[in-house]
């Protein structure tokens, strides 16, 4: 099963994130597995400047911004397994 | 019972008074300045100047920059933070980039402007600036061995290079233009430019009843609702209910709500432009240079705007109501307790701790900074109660450089990123640093010369360069092969 990460230390941005990927993964019928990594150790795994981050199938595909339902489509889509 | 009574009003009072005056001419733009810098400005444009290799000439001013521009919640700082000390320029940058954004960011700079006067928020810039560079050059020499095992990566985190859009520019300059307007106080913008008086004869009665109901005492530097303030607040209340139906999901496309909030956004500030006069005929409401300008200001923000991307747009939007959504239920209930806390401390209590300039007052104006944690921004309506009650400027700029710098959460979070032995060399710098600050301020406000500034600032640099030579060598000799 699809991982999809969010990375983010819980603001609203890391929220409003995780509801727009739960909503393009039902929308797109793709079952994935949410996990929220809040420990700034394992974000800063990423490269990444800025949270809130968006990790599917162990590649960040967006960091520092709110994509929309349409982009995650894509790369739910585009995802390995 | 009453004396509760009496406490509730202090707060009650205190933050109708805040809401209506003068405050919302600064915080609107602020906080779409702040979303317009979070969505707009690309931070490779900036970061890219923090990546390892870089001169030091060129990263810590770069750090500042970071602090300044793309730092405005924790969500930027901490990550950038760490990234910048692990995967990039180093310690020094990102302790500069710590401590400058809590001070140098848009919000923070326009709040403590409006709030406690342009020559304070000037003050707190430039000595947060200076002492920022000073503090990361300082924790760099001291752990300039620990500094040298960086992580064996690129800087690819850094490499990325980016421009920034003509319209992003646009937008921010007629924003930063309508905030310029909205706050200064100069002629033009006070002129009064012409007006009319509505023939309304139940305004009179119905200012008295709005005094009646949040009492002040201008004496005490106070401020009562007035009509206008009334009508801001109503304003504001209405901007709440329609933001939230036509911004919390603006990132998948706007609405009607949309339109709304921003159509009333930008009519409370002309209302808040005009000035407001009760008379016996009825209420006079004057057109003045401001609203002309506020205006103005508008209109180009909006030509610019439309320039924009549509998900741009979009993000700018978002971001500024979210930082709205975040900071200003925070500022509300800071602002009640303040006006709440002020009628239960005697002046006599703050001007005996930190009436005058001295060390005694800086030292306790620095402590109470380290120990107690306001949320952001509520700094400086605490500040601002400090001074209506007697503080003296100089330990009230050493407050409020200490206390947003080293609040727990921030010590927590170098902690973690950097070690306890860095956060606690850290800690006692920008300890030492805001004092200094408060005391240099201090002697400022008192009417000392640039001349006897410069030698007290210069004195103060040689000291520590100073002490950082006797560390060194001290280091150098317990080094093996020495």
Known sequence: MLTVKILGSGCANCRKLEAVAREAATAAGVQAEFVKVTAMQDIMAYDLLSTPGLVIGDKLVSSGRIPTQAEVRQWLAAAPG | MDFALHLLSGGAGNLAAYLAAHVLLCLLPAFFIAGALAALIPKPAITRWLGRSTAVHVSYPAAAAAGSLLAVCSCTIVPLFAGIYRKGAGLGPAITF???????????????????GAEFALARFVLCLLFGIGIGLLMALLFARDDQRHDAQTDVLFATQARIGPAAVGVLLALVALLIAGTLRLWPLTAT??????????????QAALFRWVPFDAAKGEEGVSVQG?????????????????LENIVEGGNRFTALALGL??????????????????????LTGRSVAVGLALWAALQQARRLELDDARAWLWESWRFSKQIFPLLVAGVFVVGVIRLLIQPEWIQTLAGRNDLQGNAVAVLFGVFMYFPTLVEVPVARMFLDLGMHPGPLLAYLMADPELSLQSMLMVAAVIGRSKTFAYVGLVALFSMVAGLLYGAWVDGIGWQALSLGLAAFAAVLAVALAWLNRRRLAALPGH
């Open chain 2, 98 to 116: 710590l401590f400058f954004a809590p001070a140098g960011n848009i919000l923070a700079l326009a709040y403590t402007g409006s709030i406690l």
């Open chain 2, 265 to 286: 956004a930008a009519a409370t500030l002309l209302v808040a432009s005009l000035r407001f006069g009760v008379e016996s005929a009825g209420l006079r409401i004057e």
């Open chain 2, 230 to 246: 009334a009508l801001l607040i109503a304003l504001l209340l209405l901007i709440g209910v329609s933001a939230w139906k036509g």
């Open chain 2, 193 to 206: 430019l012409g007006g009319v008086t509505l023939p309304l004869p139940w305004a009179e009665a119905w």
